[in-house]
Antibody, heavy 119, light 108 residues
């Protein structure tokens, strides 16, 4: 069974840093590209970042480029998102999501981890 | 950047058909994915590449895409279909994934 479990969220001061993790199981992690998607409570979904299976191709949403860093450890089947320079508008639930092979959809999602940026 | 436009809400009586639209510039040339999200839960993929239903998704869910509008159709609507629905595309020009703003489906 495919499982994605996020961790690392919490309350952080404006301007601070945080590292989110996503532990994957039930599939060959290195074969799949992965994404981070966030959702401000009560609002819609916002794509944040993409990383290819090998980790060599990375994309970011304009709203986080230069502040967030996506990475992965295929040996440990884990995905990470380093958040720096946090702003109030970064407050959201952060989901990791898997892309199926040869597809741009997101077929499995974690349950999310909540990041609250406080002044 | 590429923009996807969805109506904020759609209301439908049980047993009737709900149609949720997703507008975008020449969206017919793109592969559109659809997700439902129930309160407090993660999104669930219900349609990929315009018309493909993942395993476990009822046949009541179907999709179409042409011109500037993609549509998710839910036939014989049930109370359990009440959720937020999002369309999603990969925009190769910007190398960004893009989500629509979401449509809240209310079953009357």
């Amino acid at each position: 069974e495919v499982q994605l479990v996020e961790s690392g969220g919490g309350l952080i001061q404006r301007g601070g840093s945080l590292r989110l993790s996503c532990a994957a199981s039930g599939f060959t992690f290195g074969h799949h590209s992965m994404n981070w998607v966030r959702q401000v409570p009560g609002q819609g979904l916002e794509w944040v970042s993409y990383i290819s299976g090998s980790g060599t191709t990375i994309y970011y949403a304009d709203s986080v480029k230069g502040r967030f860093t996506i990475s992965r450890d295929n040996a440990k089947a884990s995905l990470h998102l380093q958040l720096t320079g946090l702003r109030d508008e970064d407050t959201a639930v952060y989901y990791c999501a898997r892309r199926p092979l040869s597809s741009s959809s997101f077929d499995y999602w974690g349950q999310g981890t909540l990041v609250i940026v406080s002044s | 950047s590429y923009v996807l436009t969805q109506p904020p809400s759609v209301s439908v009586a049980p047993g009737q058909t709900a149609r949720i639209t997703c507008g975008g510039d020449n969206i017919g040339a793109k592969g559109v994915h659809w997700y439902l999200q129930r309160p407090g839960q993660a999104p669930v993929l219900v349609i990929s590449y315009n018309t493909d239903r993942p395993s476990g998704i009822p046949e009541r869910f179907s999709g179409s895409n042409s011109g500037n509008t993609a549509t998710l159709t839910i036939t014989r609507v049930e109370a359990g279909d009440e959720a937020d629905y999002y369309c999603h595309v990969w925009d190769g020009n910007s190398e960004h994934s893009v989500f629509g703003s979401g449509t809240k489906v209310t079953v009357l």
